[in-house]
């Protein structure tokens, strides 16, 4: 059996009002939960920009980027 998967890092934002009621409607669509719709969609979005978060928690080009990225650097940590 495979171990699960922790998320130890904690990101907090203020929003539209109503994002959180589509994020639940969104993800109850794809039969997930709300947290993972959303930490799948950052991702998705943050690729489209041009960066892949890797498991280690460095920041990068993504293969197919739109932008001319080519070092690798360490994210910030929030504070």
């Known amino acids: 059996m495979q171990s ?3 998320f130890p890092d904690k990101l907090r934002l ?3 009002k109503g994002l959180p009621r589509a994020i639940e409607v969104a993800a109850a669509l794809r039969h ?3 947290a993972e719709w959303a930490r799948q969609a950052l ?3 943050l690729e489209a920009d ?5 498991t280690d928690g460095d920041v990068g080009p993504a293969p197919n980027g ?3 990225i080519r070092k690798t650097f360490k994210a910030p940590v929030a504070g």
């Open 66 to 68: 739109p932008f001319g």
């Open 43 to 45: 991702l998705r979005c």
């Open 32 to 34: 997930t939960q709300p």
């Open 4 to 6: 699960p998967v922790r």
């Open 14 to 16: 203020r929003t539209p």
């Open 50 to 54: 041009g960066l892949v978060l890797s």
